[in-house]
């Protein structure tokens, strides 16, 4: 009995020890030292954890504010004995006019059902401004005022404005839902190409280097578009549950299949066919979404 208490103290010591910040490293920095309004700044993330963990990191979903994400570049995987090093460089713009804007990441590392979050070193980056203080006194100083009509003919606004909103009224119930329509259209085709894109670059990833890890950040991704795009929480479901959800026996087993290569540790020859089955399915989703705002 003592023996197999002190087996547990050890197992428990190691486990715990396996959540130490030590053990983590994130740190973020911007490559340029100031910018201009729109112009696209380069936002580098390095990242070092224990090799038996997954790294989730955000994607396009993620609220960047005070930036707006563009896209990001994600290079492969680095290990040695002990960590696992990830580098990922965000391209970004900002129109905020804040002297200086900061930005810090979240990151998810997870095994199994175990999961620890850090979130990245804040950075700063500064405005460039186009318009010094001294020629903003310059142009105070060169402004004079004008004398304003002192008579406004308020009838003719009013007037104008009805026939303003009329006509918009009538273009509206003309030509609104073909409008609306169309928008939702092109917001659901450039979502699913952006999806899409991502995903081929990830499989082809795990084609090249057999890394389990890029299963499951596919898997990820592939349910947050999901989410989007079936406006249901689909990235909270299990594997069971979506099964359930969808009722297709070709998406039953791919699924069980990654399971098992995930869970189990092992690559087989059917993961990139699963992969590719699972991007199938995904395409009939988005023609059937397609389908029903065309009909709608």
Known sequence: ???????????????????????????????????????????????????????????SAFNYSPFEYITKTYYPTRTDSLYAYDSIIYTLASYETSKMQHLSLPISFFINKDT???????????????????????????????????KFNYPYL??????????????YKIFGKIVIKRYKLIVLSAAHNKFIKEYEVLTSQFKNSADLRII?????????????????????????????????????????????????????????DALQTIKRFTNKRFQIRKKEISNG
């Open 216 to 272: 499951e950040q596919t898997l990820a991704i592939w349910k947050n578009y999901l989410t989007r795009l079936e406006s249901k929480p689909i990235n909270t479901f299990t594997t069971k549950e979506l099964i359930l959800l969808y009722a297709q026996e070709e998406l039953e087993s791919t699924l069980q299949s990654l399971d098992r290569n995930v869970y189990g540790g092992l690559v087989t020859k059917d993961s990139n």
């Open 116 to 150: 620890f979050k850090l979130t990245s070193t804040t950075d700063s980056i500064r405005i460039k401004r186009l318009i010094t203080a001294e020629s903003e006194k310059d142009v105070q100083a060169d402004a004079s005022l004008l004398s304003t009509i002192d």
């Open 1 to 59: 009995m003592r023996s197999l208490f002190i087996f547990l103290f050890i197992i428990f010591c190691g486990s715990t020890s396996a959540q130490e910040p030590s053990s983590y490293n994130v740190e973020a920095s911007f490559q340029e030292d100031s910018f201009r309004i729109g112009q696209y700044l380069h936002y580098r993330l390095s990242i070092m954890y224990p090799k038996e963990r997954v790294a989730i990191i955000p994607d």
């Open 158 to 171: 009013i007037a104008g404005s009805l026939s303003v909103l009329l006509i918009l009224f009538i273009l």
